[in-house]
């Protein structure tokens, strides 16, 4: 059974940064496709990155330059390094992963941007 949490969330405030990260068991990394989603106040759940097993990575038009994604196989993480963040970032940010053919989630991190 795939287990994925989340932590790093919390209070920044505009042009801060955070970085979330995501712990993955159950699963192996490397080979794994790892995508982090957020979810705004009365909006849908969004895709804004991934990191796929060849270390490829994929950005929404609304983070890129500003979000980055890294791995760690070793301590089988993912990591979103968040900066220049704005109130437009405030989210729940979600880890997810598609293995074997299930989807798995975890079950978020809050990252509030406010001054």
């Known amino acids: 059974q795939v287990h994925l949490v989340e932590s790093g969330g919390g209070l920044v405030q505009p042009g801060g940064s955070l970085r979330l990260t995501c712990a993955a068991s159950?699963?192996?990394?490397?080979?794994?496709?790892m995508n982090w989603y957020r979810q705004a106040p009365g909006k849908g759940r969004e895709l804004i990155a991934s990191t796929n097993n060849d270390g490829a990575t994929e950005f929404v038009a609304s983070v890129k330059g500003r979000f980055t994604v890294s791995r760690d196989g070793a301590r089988s993480t993912v990591s979103l390094q968040m900066n220049n963040l704005s109130s437009e970032d405030t989210a729940v940010y979600y880890c997810?992963?598609?293995?074997?053919?299930?989807?798995?989630w975890g079950r978020g991190t809050q990252v509030t941007v406010s001054s």
């Open positions: 159950g699963l192996v990394l490397r080979y794994a496709t």
């Open positions: 997810n992963t598609h293995w074997r053919g299930r989807d798995f």
